[in-house]
Every structure is written in C-alpha cells, then in structure tokens.
C-alpha cells in the first residue's frame, strides 16, 4: 500500500476540475451514501426510491442531472432507468433536478488518475477508487470528459430496478401475493391474472416501504431499449421550434441586459455612456467586473445601446501580439517547465546517436469554442438567496459563484438547469452566470436576462490551449525504431482551476493526453509534456489534450513510417500491441479497403488517437483538385465498449469528425493588441454542409469498460486529414489551420 | 406598422429598424427563430419572407408591411408536422438543436422552388446555415428524403 497511500496524498489535475486524493478523509466517510434530494420535495403519499426516481400519484418524473448540451444524455439517462423500471417514453417527464452531491460523477474520478486506460495493475486500479472515492466525498457533479455514459450506466439501471422492485413490494402487501408471482410492463405491476396496477397508483403505499436495495440487473439479452436505435426525447421539439433554451426563457418582470467586457480582460479606464443611456428602451447601465452592463426593455435595445458605449480599456495582462505567445511556447521546452515525463521506453537519445535523424515541429493555435446559442442567463437575487435559470455542466459550482456574489450561501441558490445550443466546453465556464448575478444584485428582486452578443461572446471566450511539439526520430531495417517526443502547451485545467478557486498542483494530464499513451510499442519512445505559464486564459475545448497532443503524435508519427518507407496502416498495425485497439486498427483498414488503388492526385490518410479510454481510428480519403483540397470520404472507428443508441452514437461520431475536421482547417483565435482579432463566424466558421465529405462510422464493442462517444471522434480528425493531404500532394502540414498553408475546395 | 406573420397580423409599435429577428422574439414572442451572429453568416434566424429563406437578423421590420412572414412555427407543429420536419425526425438530425429551425426553413426554401435537389443544389442552397454539432450528413439525408416523400405526394 505504500506507493498507493504516496500518490493519494498529492493533488492531481482532472481536466477541468483539481481534486485532492481522498485517503486522509477515511474510508468511513467515503461509504456514507449522500442523502436523497428527492426526499425533501415529497408530499405525503408520494415516493422516491433514490435521487432519480419520483413517483407520484399522477406523474413520474426521471431525474437525468448530467447536462444536455447536445449530445443527447437526456434520452440516454432516462433510457437507463425505463429500461429497468419498465416505462415506455412518453409515460414519464424528465428533469435535471436540483444541484446535490448525490449526484457526483463516479466516472471523472477514475479517468483522472495518470495511468492508461488498458493499465491494469495495481497502482492504477487503487488510484482510480481513490479518485473516485474522492469525486463522491466532495459531491463533484459534473458533465464533461465524455463521462456521462460511463457514470450512468450502472448506477441508473440500478435505480430503475430498485424503484421496480419496490413497486412490487407494494403491489405484493396491498393484493397478498407473492412478490415472485409478479411482474412490471410499460408503467404498471402486473398481477398473475393479468390486472394492473400502474406505478402511480402505487405510490402512497410504496412510498411508507425502505425501498428494497439488493436487485438483480437485467441480462442484455432481455432488453429493450439498450442497444437498439431509439427516437430521442428531445427530438420532436428540436424539429418544430418548440424546444427552449435558455436564451428563450422570460420570467415574470424581467429586464434585459447586454454587456460590455474589457477585450483584454482588465479593467475599464474610462467610459463615456451617455449615448446609450439615452437610447429608447434602455433604463440604467450598471458597473460589472471589467465592464457595464446595460438594462433595457428588449434584448435587441440593450445589445444595440450596449455597443453605442465609449471605452479606455487597460491593457491586456498576457502579451498583445501572437508573436509573444508563440515566442513564449516555444521557449518551454526546457527543464524548468517538465510539467512531467510520461513516457520513457528504451533509451531514444541512444538509439538516434548514430543515424540520420528526423525533425520536425508542430503547432497548434488558440480556438474559439462558440456553440450556436450564445451565452446566457437568468438570475434574480433577493434577501431569500438567488434563483439562476441557465445551461451549466458545473451546477454545484454554479451556486458556489452565485452565493458569493449574491452573499447568500450556496444551498440558498436554486439552480435550473437548461437545454443547451451546444457548448463544446464553453458552458464549464461561469462568466454569462457571474455577470448577470453581478446585475442582478443591484437590482434586488428583479429577474435579469443577460444575452451576450455574438461579438462578445467570442471576445471572452476561453480558447483551446495553444502549443506545439518538437519530434525527433529514427528508423531501423525500414521500421520506426525511436521517437522523443516533447510537447508544450500552455494548461488550459490550471487556467480552469484557477477560475473555479481550486488548487492545481501536480502534472495536467491533459497536455500530453492521447500521445503519450499511445498503444505503439515503439523500441525508443520517450514523451514528455512542459506547461507553458498562462498566456492568454484558456478553457477545455472539445476533447481537450488531445485535440492538440493527438495531431502532434499522428503527425509526426505518419512522417517517421514515411521515413522508414514503411505503410502507414501496416507499420502501426504491427506497432500496435494492445488487442483492442488493434482491433480498431484492423477494422478501419479493412473497412476503408485500404491499400486499393486510388487515382493519381487522389490520397488517404490515418490516424489513431486514445482519449477519454476510446480508441478511435480514422481514415480520410482527399482529392487534390485544381482548386485545392476535397474531402471526399471520412472512416471512423472507435470501440466504446457498448454502444447505447446506434443512432445518437452515429450522429455523436459524425459531427466529432465535422468538429475535428472545420476547426483543423480553418480556425484559430489570433491577438493582436491583446484584443481577439476574429469576432464572428466569418472569421472563424467551422465546416459547412458543401465541405462536409460522407462519413462511414462503425462502433465496436470489445472493450471491458463501457464509454462516451462525445469527444474520441475530434482528435484524430486532423492528423488523418493532414496524412492524407501528404498522400495526395506530398505536401506536410504541421501548423493548424490548415488553410494557411493549402486551399481547401 | 402590421406584420402578417404565419397569416396572422400582428400590431407592432416599436423602431422600425429593428431587425425582424428581435421583433419575433421579443415583441411577438415567437421563440423558434433564433439568435446566432447578427450578421447573416449562422443562418440560426432563417424565416421566409414572401416565400423566399431570408436572414430575418438583417431584416428590418419597417420594410416589412405587406410583406408574408413565415417561421418555423408557421411551417408546422408538433401536432402537425411538415414533411421536411417529419424527415428531420426519422432521420434523428438534431444534436442540440439551436440551429434546427434555420436549417428546416432554409431547406422547406430549397424544396418549394425545386422538388428533387441533387447533392450540389443542397451545397448551394444549405451552406449558409452553420451547425456547431455537426449533422450535416443527417440534414442532407433528410432532404432527399423530404423530397422523395413530397413527390410521392
């Protein structure tokens, strides 16, 4: 135990949120289970078997407390617990419930840990239930690291047959009839002669019951919704408009509000509002952090009044020009800044003593993360506490920033969550959140909406982390023999954790994710990660580590097979050790008919990346046209264990590729005078339908633990593209976007 | 000034350069069409004006009386679903949805002036509505599947 209780006791980095081990807190503690939430909202004669089942004599509600920010867990939540408890869609309402540490995330805890996800051994699996242990004595709730599925999928099945078997329990004591006599269908206990008894009916009776704790799951084979294309939720009110976000909500006796924030993140010099003050509509324009705020009668007058505002702002905290920042990256790579040596097989320094060495440097820029709804909120302050209206996938630390600026305690803000438009790690942050209470609290018992504008929204983004990787490596008997890869990125978890108040020791995980695990048995491989100090604040975006480390190891990968004169998919199929992700590897080859002819300016490309445990292969086919570059046809493999919905997990893994493939290609965040010079989606769009090439997607499921599909597409979508580029023109990309160096069609 | 919107007229009082966009949403409290850039670049604010897919962002409402205003909450209900709606929900197309209204609209556009759109019509015609998500392979399923139903009648 010594090495376990060594490693427990320091702090680490999960991504987004720092947690310290959790051993010196005690085992005891860790056991306690958290009290039910539910329990507190009950009337007489109405039941809730755990935090996520509520029954009551006319309705059924389904507590799904990971945020919906498009990838659909609503559904997937509530399919878990119908599966078991035997409710059919539309029997039931859902709800994200309130903010409680019942709810903690069983899954971001063991993903935190710096062992691979196929490590097995010792110190890897205590660290993981250490961090779980962790997660749960602090109430950590939290939506991200592609952990919803992964956190759900046993605890919510287990609570639908607890809720089931309690029913039954009911049902048996009320009719005298054996439990075992009995069964449940679509919403009801079935008697043995066929009358029902429906859940609701059931209630009062279940609800005087300890709910029955030692429950069976069901067999897969039995199920019915699991596994099998299910028509989401969410689906009918996002095709018809009538589904709200919280950009749509109007509470009774709200006033609209639009900012105005420093761009450079400091402070407001001088202003001159009187323009805006006088404009239609508009009632008062109030101070907040860095900025003002303007209230008015609609969200078009204070937007519009908000823009007609004259600024001194001071000067930015980072460096103004990207010159800086590159300038700063680059000088990272050295002993100072190891934020920590991952990986260190054979001795690559060695191996590359006496034979021709291959060079090369990556980078990658700052992105914007922009989901379509803008940010948004609605908060409303009082001598009671505050009430916050919003899409977060942070709650509890929603009413953590809420009560310390409302100066209420943070059980004494109650917080709604909404469906999101979108959020790829933009709604982890709390700025539409903060601001709008700072409103808020000068203007006590007044609900304010805060819209920003598109415009603002991108200037106080917190983009993806900027970095680059120098590679060398060498070749041997036409086989990649070593590799020492080094990579330095500024840390978007310690930006992060410094927003959330926590402390943020020992190495980010993150910037080296999905490199330094890589499943290649390499002879001489060394990876090493440097943190390049704060430049520009930055965020987790969509994927996280990988999204810039998985580009910087397939790269360079690609070009030493290159080297070596081996092929690209044999050389890493007989690299590739590990069963499952060979596997991957297999799949995509075969499905992709890899090795068939293609024409002359016509080219393919490769690339696996390990992140969040799933092994995700991608083969990219290009044609080299005269004028510039088409993607003609995207393979996607990945294994996740089981996959929950065929058709979410379709789309998941599609728009993965298009996320992973538009943002390569052409966007970035550039500073110039510490101000982000693209401030809309001209200037930063993504991919669009006319570029969008067919994408062919299969999910295997050999892997032991089951997983999420929201971010593994995104970190190989580059490197296959930028491999297959070099298939079809000869031409290396090593710098993101894309589009800087060759014209896309 | 009146607006005809979804054929019901609405009596306005507000500046008549507001863009239409505002004017739904907050004065006539249509909440479907949706805010994204402000400058026709996300197409999330997509409505027909007249029959034709306009950005309703860059509309101003005092250009607009007389004119036959549509949204998304005009082309069909959840009780009573358009047939490019009915496709956008057997073919799953949504993720988070925000930019759904736009796309349906833009593509109703596309369908009333041609029936039978190939893949480089939709290119042309669907390019201007972003989706952050990503389901344009879903959006273009559902398209041609919205068409073959619409000619089968």
Redesign the interface.
């Known amino acids: 135990m010594g090495r376990a209780k060594t490693i427990a006791r320091r702090t680490f980095l999960i991504g987004s949120v720092a947690i310290a081990g959790g051993v010196a807190f005690g085992v005891y503690k860790v056991k306690t289970p958290h009290d039910n939430p539910l329990a507190d909202t009950l009337e007489p004669g109405q039941a809730t078997f755990n935090p996520f089942v509520k029954i009551t004599s006319d309705s059924i509600t389904l507590i799904t407390p990971h945020a919906d920010i498009g990838q659909g867990v609503v559904h997937m939540q509530a399919a878990l617990i119908a599966e078991e408890l035997d409710l059919e869609f539309g029997q039931f309402e859902t709800s994200f419930g309130s903010p409680d540490a019942a709810y903690f995330n069983t899954a971001l805890g063991a993903e935190a840990v710096p062992f691979a996800s196929f490590d097995e051994g010792f110190a890897a699996r205590t660290m993981r239930t250490v961090a779980t242990s962790a997660f749960k004595l602090l109430g950590v709730m939290g939506t991200g690291g592609s952990s919803s599925v992964p956190d759900q999928y046993e605890k919510l099945r287990r609570a639908g047959a607890i809720a089931r078997e309690t029913l039954k329990l009911a049902a048996s004591k009320e009719a005298d009839i054996p439990v075992s006599q009995l069964s449940t269908k679509n919403g009801a206990v079935v008697f043995p002669d066929g009358s029902l008894r429906t859940y609701q009916d059931l209630a009062a009776s279940a609800a005087k019951l300890t709910p029955v704790s030692d429950v069976t799951l069901r067999d897969p084979s039995t199920w019915r919704l699991i596994g099998k294309p299910m028509k989401r939720d969410d689906i009918l009110g996002k095709s018809t408009g009538t589904q709200t976000y919280t950009i749509d909500l109007e509470i009774e006796g709200m006033v609209h509000a639009a900012i105005r924030i420093n761009p450079r993140r400091a402070e407001v010099l001088e202003y001159d509002a009187s323009e805006a003050e006088a404009m239609p509509g508009v009632s008062r324009v109030l101070p907040v952090t860095n900025g003002l705020a303007v209230i008015a009668n609609s969200t078009w007058r204070a937007i519009n009044a908000a823009n007609q505002i004259n600024f001194d702002w001071a000067e930015a905290p980072y460096p103004a020009e990207m010159d800086a920042h590159w300038a700063e990256v680059a000088a990272s790579f050295m002993e100072d800044r190891l934020d920590q040596e991952w990986r260190s097989d054979g001795d690559p320094d060695a191996a590359m003593e006496s034979t021709e060495v291959l060079t090369a440097e990556y980078r990658a820029p700052y992105v914007a993360h922009q989901p379509l709804e803008p940010l948004a909120a609605i908060v409303r302050v009082d001598n009671e506490g505050a009430e916050v209206w919003a899409g977060h996938q942070l709650p509890r630390f929603v009413q953590q920033k809420v009560a310390a600026i409302a100066g209420c305690e943070p059980d004494q803000v109650t917080f709604h969550n909404q469906y999101s438009g979108g959020s790829f790690g933009h709604r982890l942050e709390f700025d539409n959140i903060t601001l709008t209470t700072e409103i808020a609290t000068q203007m006590p018992g007044v609900p304010v909406k805060l819209t920003f504008s598109r415009e603002e929204d991108f200037a106080q983004d917190y983009p993806r982390q900027i970095g680059m990787s120098r590679s060398s490596g060498s070749v041997k008997d036409g086989k990649v023999d070593s590799w020492s890869l080094d990579i330095a990125t500024v840390s978007a978890a310690r930006s992060q954790s410094a927003r959330l108040g926590l402390p943020a020791a020992g190495p980010d995980t993150q910037i080296a994710a999905g490199a330094w695990s890589m499943p290649y048995a390499i002879p001489h491989l060394r990876v090493r990660a440097y943190a390049v100090p704060e430049l520009a604040p930055t965020s987790s975006w969509r994927s996280v580590g990988a999204s810039t480390a998985g580009f910087f190891a397939e790269g360079y990968l690609d070009e030493l097979i290159h080297f070596a004169g081996a092929d690209p998919m044999e050389e890493r199929l007989r690299l590739c050790t590990n069963p499952i992700h060979r596997q991957v590897l297999e799949t995509i080859a075969e499905m992709s008919n890899w090795g068939s002819d293609l024409s002359e300016n016509q080219g393919r490309g490769v690339a696996m990346v390990e992140s969040f445990g799933v092994p995700t292969a991608e083969v990219v086919e290009v044609t080299n046209t005269e004028d510039g570059i088409k993607i003609d046809r995207v393979y996607i493999v990945a294994d996740v264990g089981r996959v929950i919905d065929p058709v979410n997990f379709e789309n998941l893994m599609q728009g993965g590729v298009i996320w992973g493939l538009g943002h390569a290609i052409n966007s970035e965040i550039t500073y110039s005078d510490g101000i982000a010079e693209q401030t809309n989606y001209d200037a930063a769009e993504g991919m669009r339908l006319y570029q969008t090439p067919e994408i062919i997607v299969k999910g295997l499921e050999n892997a032991e633990k089951i997983r999420g599909i929201g971010e593994p597409p995104v970190p190989p979508a580059a490197p296959a593209l930028a491999n297959a580029i070099f298939a079809a023109t000869g031409q290396r990309l090593r710098e993101m976007p894309f589009n800087k160096h060759i014209d896309f069609v | 000034m009146q607006l005809t919107i979804n054929n019901k007229i609405y009596d306005v009082d507000i500046?008549p350069d507001?863009?239409l966009l505002?004017v739904l949403?907050?004065?006539i409290?249509l909440?479907?069409?949706?805010?994204?850039?402000?400058?026709a670049?996300?197409g999330?604010c997509t409505v027909h004006v007249d029959g034709e897919a306009q950005r309703s962002c860059q509309l101003e409402v005092g250009d607009l009386e007389g004119s036959a205003i549509t949204?998304?909450?005009g082309v069909?209900?959840?009780e009573a679903?358009s047939a490019v709606?009915q496709a956008?929900?057997t073919h799953?197309?949504?993720?988070?949805?925000?930019?759904?209204?736009g796309q349906?609209m833009q593509a109703t556009a596309l369908l009333m002036e041609n029936n039978a759109p190939t893949d480089e019509d939709?290119?042309?015609s669907?390019?201007?509505?972003?989706?952050?998500?990503?389901?344009?392979?879903?959006?273009?399923a559902a398209i041609h599947d919205a068409a073959t139903k619409l000619q089968e009648g």
């Open positions: 500046e507001t863009p505002w949403r907050d004065e409290g909440k479907g069409t949706k805010y994204g850039c402000g400058i670049q996300c999330a949204t998304i909450e069909g209900t959840p679903l709606q956008w929900i799953q197309v949504a993720q988070c949805g925000y930019c759904q209204s349906i939709i290119d042309d669907m390019s201007g509505n972003l989706c952050r998500c990503g389901t344009y392979p879903r959006i273009r």
